[in-house]
Nanobody, 115 residues
Framework: QVQLVESGGGLVQPGGSLRLSCAAS????????MGWYRQAPGKQRELVAR???????IYADSVKGRFTISRDNAKNTVYLQMNSLKPEDTAVYYC?????????WGKGTLVTVSS
């Protein structure tokens, strides 16, 4: 089992920044990748960014150049630095941990970009 707890969401003005954190606990040795997904009202959940063991990263085209995913292995934490935020980034952001044959999810943190 893997437990994930997100934090860092909130209300921010367009052009602003936020940093999301995801603290992982449990059977961490089984995780091969961690990532951030988001779901806006009325839309499907979509991949935002993912980091694979070894450090390679994947980003959605819509966030390339604005968002950065990173991990601190000593703290078992994954971060999502979000800059130049746009109203269309408004969504619930979910942390994901990939284990062979399984996906674990956090409960989500709401990000609202509005003036």
């Amino acid at each position: 089992q893997v437990q994930l707890v997100e934090s860092g969401g909130g209300l921010v003005q367009p052009g602003g920044s936020l940093r999301l954190s995801c603290a992982a606990s449990g059977s961490l040795f089984r995780i091969y990748a961690m990532g951030w997904y988001r779901q806006a009202p009325g839309k499907q959940r979509e991949l935002v960014a993912r980091i694979i063991n070894g450090g390679s990263t994947i980003y959605a085209d819509s966030v390339k150049g604005r968002f950065t995913i990173s991990r601190d292995n000593a703290k078992n934490t994954v971060y999502l630095q979000m800059n130049s935020l746009k109203p269309e980034d408004t969504a619930v952001y979910y942390c994901n941990a990939g284990v062979v044959g399984l996906d674990y999810w956090g409960k989500g943190t709401l990000v609202t970009v509005s003036s």
